[in-house]
């Protein structure tokens, strides 16, 4: 069974700081993962998309990092902003035409002042 | 600009009714899609259609019943067999079903059953 886990659930940062996301799946065959970043109450918006050669990708102050061999990926967010409270969802693709999503339960992040 | 849009934004629903939310696009896609989200986990497929008047069931299709009479239109039916509606429902859209450039999504609507 295809599945997406992230960690944490939730963690609470002070505004400038870094953290990580962790998203670990189990999906076969791998076509590629998307983070998204979903504000309360509002549909996600995509951040980056990474398919299987690659293992880097930045969006501005978000770096997203696939390891394909241990199938986990992360985000980074540098120098935190209050208007980075929000969940923040891996996505990863499966088959052929990578139109199988399996979704993460996300990532929430508070950004206090 | 092109968009989603979903409404209503909040809709409340009694025991037995049937409810519609709708989800307009005019990004020119073909393939759209309807999730169900609750807290603490991933989104679930409900619908999904590739082209008008052809739609397929996901993982969660029970309780549920959609048209796409137009390119543009996905509207979601939640019927009374539904037994817990309760939820975050999310409309998407992408060019084709191969997904290759991500998916648009709407803002949501919030269905509570009173």
């Known amino acids: 069974k295809n599945q997406v886990e992230q960690s944490p659930q939730s963690l609470i940062i002070l505004e400038g700081k870094n953290c990580t996301l962790q998203?670990?799946?189990?999906?076969?065959?791998?076509?590629?993962l998307r983070w998204y970043k979903q504000d309360t109450g509002r549909g996600p918006v995509s951040l980056t998309i990474?398919?299987?050669?690659?293992n880097t990708k930045s969006n501005g102050r978000y770096t997203a990092t696939l390891d394909a061999d241990t199938k986990q990926s992360s985000l980074h967010i540098t120098a935190s902003q209050l208007s980075d409270s929000a969940s923040y969802i891996c996505v990863v693709s499966a088959g052929a035409a990578g139109n199988k999503l399996t979704f993460g339960g996300g990532t929430r992040v508070l950004v206090k002042p | 600009d092109g968009g989603i849009t979903q409404s209503p934004k909040y809709l409340f629903r009694k025991e037995g009714q049937n409810v519609t939310l709708s989800c307009e696009q005019n990004l020119n896609h073909d393939a759209m899609y309807w999730y169900r989200q609750d807290p603490g986990q991933g989104l679930r497929l409900i619908y999904y259609?590739?082209?008008?008047?052809?739609?397929q069931k996901g993982d969660i299709a029970e309780g549920y019943s959609v048209s796409r009479e137009k390119k543009e239109s996905f509207p979601l039916t939640v019927t009374s067999a539904q037994k817990n509606p309760t939820a975050f429902y999310l409309c998407?859209?992408?060019?084709?079903?191969?997904?290759?450039?991500?998916?648009?999504f709407g803002s949501g609507t919030r269905l509570t059953v009173v």
């Open positions: 998203c670990n799946y189990t999906v076969s065959p791998f076509s590629n």
């Open positions: 998407a859209s992408s060019i084709d079903l191969t997904v290759l450039y991500g998916y648009t």
């Open positions: 990474m398919t299987f050669s690659e």
């Open positions: 259609s590739q082209i008008v008047n052809d739609f």
